[in-house]
C-alpha cells in the first residue's frame, strides 16, 4: 500500500480553482519533488495536504496509510505524522520554543497512546537534534520564531521536523530565503531524516535544492495539474531550459 | 475546515460558574439613598458619632458632585434610588460555629476554606456576603502575633484609634463620585493592621459576594502595614447571575510606614453579564495605596475577568524616599464587556521607583482600555518609571485602546513606556494544529504566555486560580500538556 495516495484532486482558495485533477503516488521510503512556476498550484497542494483553512478540497480523494486525510483535522493529520514545514513559519511571541514544541510532540504522542516525555526526557531528545541543525542551546528558550532571521526560522522548520519524527514531511519552498551555506544545513537535516519508513515531499521553484536533497522522483506541476513526471534528470533539464517547454502539455484541447 | 472558526466560536460561549443564588434570609435597608439611610447604616451597625459624621460628610459631598463620564465604557444611567444600600443575613453569627448552614454551603460551592480545619492552606479569610462580614478565620493565631484582621465593623469597636487615625487619608470622602458615595454607604469589609517589624506569616484574604437581588455592594478595605511590616492580601469576588445590572463601588486603601511593604491581590470574577450583554456587574472602584514611609513598597496585582463594566485604578502615592511601587494587571474583556483600568503612580519622595505592567486581552466585542498616568512631582529627584502596556486581540469585534498619561516636572527622572498590540491569528492556530496542538490549547499557550509577567507577581495557589479563571472566561476549556 502505498503511504500516500491522490487521486484527481481538485482544490480551490476562496473562490479560485487551483487544483484540476492531481493524481500522485507517494510510497515509504521515497523523496518526490514537486517543481512549477510560480502561480501552478506547488504550494496550494502543500497546504491541502495539511488541512490549511480555506484551502478547500473540491473533488477527488487523498489516501494516507489506507485513511481518508481529507476528512481529518489539520490536527489529527499531524498526530498522524504528516509534517509541513512552513514556506513562512509563524511567529508566536510569549511562547517558548521548546515549550511549543514538548507540547506539539506530547500532543502526538498522547494520540498514539504513547506515554508523555517530562522536561528530562524531552531535553535529552533535542539537545542532539540542535546540534544537527547548528543551533545554539539558547534558541529553544527564545520565544517561537519570534524575531528569528529568515534561515533561523527554516532551520527551525527542519528542527520540529527531526524532534517530531513525521511519516510523510511535506517541505513548502524551504529553500527560498535561503544563503548557500543555510541551504546546505538545513538539506543535511532532512537528509539524515531520510529513511525506509519515511517519505519527502520537497516543493520548490528552483532546482538547487536538489543538488543537495536528491529525489527519487521529480514532478512538473503546471496549471494545477502534474505535466510530467521523471527522475533527477528531469529536474536539470528544468533548469536548463525553464518552464515553458512542458506548459504546451498543460493545455488539452 | 471549520475547526479555527469553532474555536474562535467556543470562546465566546463562556458560563459562569459562581451564577447561582442562594437561599439566605436576609435583612434590607428600603431602597434608596437619603441622610436617614446613612443613619440607619451607621445605627445598625453602632457606629461612633464621629463615623457617622464622616459619612454624612461624605454623603453631602456626594450629593453636589456628578458621576464621571471621561471613562472609555458605555452604559446606561445607574438609578442610585433603585438600590437597596444594606442587606443583611438575619442571623448574626456570634462565631464560625454559628455561621448559618446555608451560607457556609454557598462558600463551600465556591471553594472558599471558611473553616480552620483548612489551615493548610495558609489563606486567612474574611468574607464578606453583601453588606456584612461573616467570619474571619485564623484569628487566635494572628492575635498572637499583634496582627489585627478583622471585619471593618468590628475594627471600628476594637481599634477605634488605629481606624480613625488612618480612615480616609489615602482616599478622602470626597475624593471622587464613587468613593463619595461609598464612604457614605460603606457597609462591610476588612481591617488589618500589622505591627511594627511584624511579618505576617500568611496571606490574608477577603472574599466578597454579592448575593441579593437589587443590592450595592460598597465595601471599604483598610491595610496598614507599620514600621518594617510586611502583609500579603487577597481579593477574590463573585455574584450570582442576574438579568440586572448590579453596582458594585469598593474603596481599599493601603499605607506603609518607614520600610513597611503591603502586597494586595486581586482575582475579580464579578458576574460579567450573558453573551448578549444582559446583566453583569457595574465595578466602579478606587484603590489606591500610600507608600508614607521611607523605603516603604506598596504592589498591586489584579486579574480582571469579571464584570460588565469596569472602572478601576489601583495606584500608588510614593511619597517616602526610596519608596516603590508596583502595578501588574491581566485585564480580560469577553462578549460586551468593557473595561477601563489602568493605574497612576505619584512620584513625591526622593528615589520614588515605579513599575507598571499592564496586558489586555480583548475577545468577542470587548473593549479594553489601558490607562496610566505617571507624574513625578517637583523634587522627587531620581525618579524612576517603567510602563509595559500589551494588548491582545481574540476576533475582529473586540478592541484595546492605550491612553498613558506622562507628567514630569523634575529634569532628573527617568521614564520609559513600551506598549504593543498583538492578535491571536488563525495562521498561528493553524501553525499549531500542523504540529499537532489544537486550537484550544494553542491559544491557552499564546495567552498564558501573554499574562506569564502578571501572573509571577500571584502568590502560588493563586497563579494555578488565576490561568483557570482565564480559561473559563475565555472558554478555553481544553489544557495544555
Known sequence: MALLEVRDLRAKVGDKEILKGVNLTVNAGEVHAIMGPNGSGKSTFANVIAGRPNYEATGGTVTYEGKDLL???????????????????????????????????????????????????????????????????????????????????????????????????????????????????????????RGKERAILVVTHYQRILNYIVPDFVHVLVDGRIVKSGGQELAHELEKRGYAWVEPAASPA | MSTQKEALQELTTAEYKAGFVSDIEMEFAPKGLSEDIVRFISKKKEEPDWLLEWRLKAYRAWLLMTEPK??????????????????????????????????????????????????LLGVAVDAVLDSVSVGTTFKKKLDDLGIYFSSFSEAVHEHPDLVKKWLGTVVPYNDNFFAALNSAVFSDGSFAYV???????????????????????????????????????????????????????????????????????????????????????????????????????????????????????????????????????????????????????????????????????????????????????????????????????????????????IEVNEPTAQLEHEATTSKIGDDQLFYAQQRGITPEDATNMIVNGFCKKVFLNLPMEFAVEAQKLIQVSLALEGTVG
Not at chain 1, 132 to 153: A, Q, V
Not at chain 1, 155 to 165: C, G, H, S
Not at chain 2, 103 to 116: C, H, R, W
Open chain 2, 195 to 405: 505591627p511594627p517589624g511584624v511579618r505576617c506569616p500568611m496571606e490574608l484574604s477577603t472574599y466578597f459576594r454579592i448575593n441579593a437581588a437589587n443590592t450595592g455592594q460598597f465595601e471599604r478595605t483598610l491595610i496598614v502595614a507599620d514600621k518594617g511590616a510586611y502583609v500579603s492580601y487577597l481579593e477574590g469576588c463573585t455574584a450570582p447571575m442576574r438579568d440586572e445590572h448590579q453596582l458594585h463601588a469598593a474603596v481599599v486603601e493601603l499605607i506603609a510606614l518607614d520600610d513597611g511593604e503591603v502586597k494586595y491581590s486581586t482575582i475579580q470574577n464579578w458576574y460579567p453579564g450573558d453573551k448578549q450583554g444582559k446583566g453583569g456587574i457595574y465595578n466602579f472602584v478606587t484603590k489606591r495605596g500610600k507608600a508614607l514611609g521611607r523605603n516603604s513598597k506598596i504592589s498591586w496585582t489584579q486579574v480582571e475577568t469579571g464584570s460588565a463594566i469596569t472602572w478601576k485604578y489601583p495606584s500608588c502615592i510614593l511619597q517616602g524616599d526610596n519608596s516603590v511601587g508596583e502595578f501588574y494587571s491581566v485585564a480580560v474583556c469577553n462578549n460586551y464587556q468593557q473595561a477601563d483600568t489602568g493605574t497612576k503612580m505619584t512620584h513625591i519622595g526622593k528615589n520614588t521607583k515605579s513599575t507598571i505592567i499592564s496586558k489586555g486581552i480583548s475577545s468577542g466585542f470587548g473593549q479594553n482600555t489601558y490607562r496610566g498616568q505617571v507624574k513625578v512631582l517637583k523634587g522627587a529627584t531620581n525618579a524612576r518609571n517603567y510602563s509595559q502596556c500589551d494588548s491582545l486581540l481574540i476576533g475582529d469585534k473586540c478592541g484595546a485602546h492605550t491612553f498613558p498619561y
Open chain 1, 71 to 193: 476528512a481529518m483535522k489539520p490536527e489529527n493529520r499531524a498526530r498522524e505524522g504528516v509534517f509541513m514545514a512552513f514556506q513562512y513559519p509563524v511567529e508566536i511571541p510569549g511562547v517558548g520554543n521548546a515549550y511549543f514544541l514538548k507540547s506539539a510532540l506530547n500532543a502526538i504522542r498522547r494520540y498514539r497512546g504513547q506515554p508523555e516525555l517530562d522536561a528530562m526526557e524531552f531535553m535529552e531528545l533535542v539537545s542532539d537534534k540542535t546540534k544537527l541543525l547548528g543551533l545554539d542551546e539558547s534558541f529553544l528558550g527564545r520565544s517561537l520564531n519570534d524575531g528569528f532571521s529568515g534561515g533561523e526560522k527554516k532551520r527551525n522548520e527542519i528542527f520540529q521536523m527531526a524532534v517530531l519524527e513525521p511519516r510523510l514531511a511535506v517541505l513548502d519552498e524551504t529553500d527560498s530565503g535561503l544563503d548557500i551555506d543555510a541551504l546546505r544545513v538545513v538539506a543535511n537535516g532532512v537528509n539524515t531524516m
Open chain 2, 70 to 119: 471621561w471613562a472609555n465604557i458605555h452604559y446606561g444611567p445607574i438609578d442610585y434610588q433603585g438600590i437597596h444600600y444594606y442587606a443583611a443575613p438575619k442571623n448574626r453569627p456570634k462565631s464560625l460555629a454559628e455561621v448559618d448552614p446555608a451560607i457556609m454551603a454557598m462558600y463551600d460551592k465556591l471553594g472558599i476554606p471558611l473553616q480552620e480545619r483548612e489551615a
